[in-house]
């Protein structure tokens, strides 16, 4: 194929299932409206195992509402999610013609199938291995939902999985987008996955004290920026977006929402789970990497900041980009939206690109909700409560995700011309 | 209390379709679970796993890949119920 080296990848689908809604438009809406997601767990795990927490961010249509029954027993949850998300995505891209040869899919989880390992392990210890479902192994793998995906759409191009917590969603994104780049693929479905809301991920996040216990007031508990702030707000769903090359899409009139400018990727190896409290690699993600020079800092007009929600991790965001944008900071409209959809895990990455997608699609930066008392360390212009409206022409914005393990992706989006 | 084999294809009926989605009518004795049923292996396994519990009897793993059609797998019951 002709000069298929650094080609445009644009947006053309969009798809998701989150605690603010079964799908893109609900969702997105519930974000401008600042709707907090987060409500009491159904489980009463809190008598059963003394977990401290006792509220989530869940999932706001369960997936035996719009799956097969079959489908809900063969997949994993966090499986179900991805394929609810993809198939909103596909159809929203207008379900294209594509040589399945030259469609990806990359879908990316944080933790994987939990709910499977720990429910089939009860299943051993209670019955017996000869009750152990079949399909465990393939359940709990965290490739899971990338090969539920592929064998959804039939892409045979290459499928992958990276897993670097929680920023694996918007690395599976930037992960597609070189994928096209580089001209290995023409259509890649990209995105990630989380379904971890179970008591024993819930008790380990508990014991880092990583968790809001605000058990009194779930819909205040997720407060990035706030002096009052306790921690992350633990949430499910999936955000799945259809990403294309320019020319594939122009060929075929596809709608273009925005285009993945770049993907910054780099490392801390500072600390397991603790953010560099310096900065060092945050700031060396973002802007976009130096291998993909394309937008400079002073374009950026918005940020959708990582912003979980906990005293150290928030601050330490400021500070990277601070450092990343000098004086070009000033004024860049600021989202925290996991103050509404909580802490999506490795679903992260992949809803709030959606969400910063369509920002620049609207002109519109969505709110953050819960700050009452902005932290005078973070030097940043939070939106705070009410969308914002942004400029129009081309727009540049950015979308931060971190992950344990000292994993920093920083994906640039820009708006579509 | 011994099932009849009529009581066991009808459970079995159900059996399938938790497992497959398919229509709990399409489960005839003379279908094969492979060539007509599109059942795979893994699948088998835990509908035999599933009748074993709800028939009170034990199928061995060596006697399934003798269970071909419906109708064997409802004698197999029917006799193994003792």
């Excluded at chain 1, 030259?102 to 089939?120: F, K, Y």
């Excluded at chain 2, 209390?1 to 004795?29: C, R, W, Y």
């Excluded at chain 2, 028939?55 to 060596?62: K, S």
Aim: net charge negative.
């Amino acid at each position: 194929m002709a000069d298929t080296q650094n080609r445009r990848v644009v947006v053309t689908g969009l798809g998701a299932t989150t605690p603010l809604g079964g799908d893109v438009p609900t969702t997105w809406q519930a974000v401008l409206d600042g709707t907090p997601g987060a409500t009491p767990l159904a489980q009463d795990w809190a008598q059963l195992y003394g977990l401290p927490v006792t509220f989530a961010a869940q999932l706001a249509v369960p997936p035996i509402e719009v799956l097969a029954k079959v489908e809900t027993r063969r997949l994993d949850p966090s499986a179900q999610y991805a394929l609810i998300a993809a198939r909103e995505a596909w159809a929203d891209a207008g379900s294209p013609e594509v040589d399945g040869e030259r469609l990806g899919v990359v879908v990316a989880s944080g933790i994987g199938g939990v709910w499977t390992l720990l429910d089939q392990y009860d299943v051993l210890k209670e019955k017996g291995a000869r009750r152990v479902f079949p399909l465990t192994v393939p359940m709990l793998m965290p490739n899971g939902p990338a090969a539920a995906v592929s064998l959804e759409l039939g892409a045979r191009g290459g499928v992958h999985t990276p897993v670097s917590a929680c920023a694996s969603g918007a690395e599976a994104i930037g992960y597609a987008a070189e994928m096209i780049r580089s001209g290995r693929a023409d259509i890649v479905v990209a995105g990630g996955t989380e379904a971890a809301i179970h008591a024993l991920p819930i008790a380990g996040f508990a014991a880092m004290q990583a968790l809001s216990t605000r058990n009194e007031d779930p819909g205040g508990a997720s407060r990035p920026y706030d002096t009052s702030r306790d921690g992350f707000v633990l949430g499910e769903g999936a955000g799945i977006v259809v990403l294309e090359s320019e020319e594939h899409a122009r060929s075929r009139g596809a709608h273009v929402y925005g285009e993945i400018a770049g993907c910054g990727i780099t490392s801390d190896a500072h600390h397991i789970a603790a953010p560099d409290p310096v900065g060092a690699g945050a700031p060396r993600a973002i802007p976009p990497a130096p291998a993909e020079p394309d937008g400079a800092p002073s374009d950026v007009v918005h940020i959708n900041a990582h912003a979980t929600s906990t005293p150290v991790g928030d601050v330490a965001e400021s500070a990277s980009i601070i450092k990343a944008l000098g004086s070009a900071a000033d004024g860049v409209a600021v989202s925290a939206t996991k103050s509404m959809t909580g802490h999506l895990l490795g679903a992260a990455g992949a809803v709030e690109a959606i969400f910063t997608v369509l920002a620049l699609h609207h002109r519109l930066a969505p709110p953050t909700i819960n700050l009452t008392d902005l932290d005078p360390d973070v030097h940043l212009d939070v939106v705070i409560d009410k969308p914002r409206a942004l400029a129009g022409g081309d727009l540049l914005a950015l979308n931060n995700s971190f992950g344990f393990g000292g994993h920093n992706v920083a994906l640039a989006i820009r708006s579509a011309s | 209390m011994a099932h009849s084999e009529q009581e066991i294809l009808s459970g079995l009926a159900e059996i399938v379709n938790e497992e497959t989605g398919l229509p709990v009518d399409s489960v005839e004795l003379d279908k094969n679970f492979t060539d007509d049923l599109d059942i795979d292996s893994l699948s088998m396994m835990t509908i035999v796993v599933n009748a074993e519990e709800k028939f009170g009897v034990r199928i061995p793993d060596d006697d399934v890949k003798n269970l071909s059609t419906v109708r064997d797998a409802v004698s197999y019951i029917h006799q193994a119920q003792g």
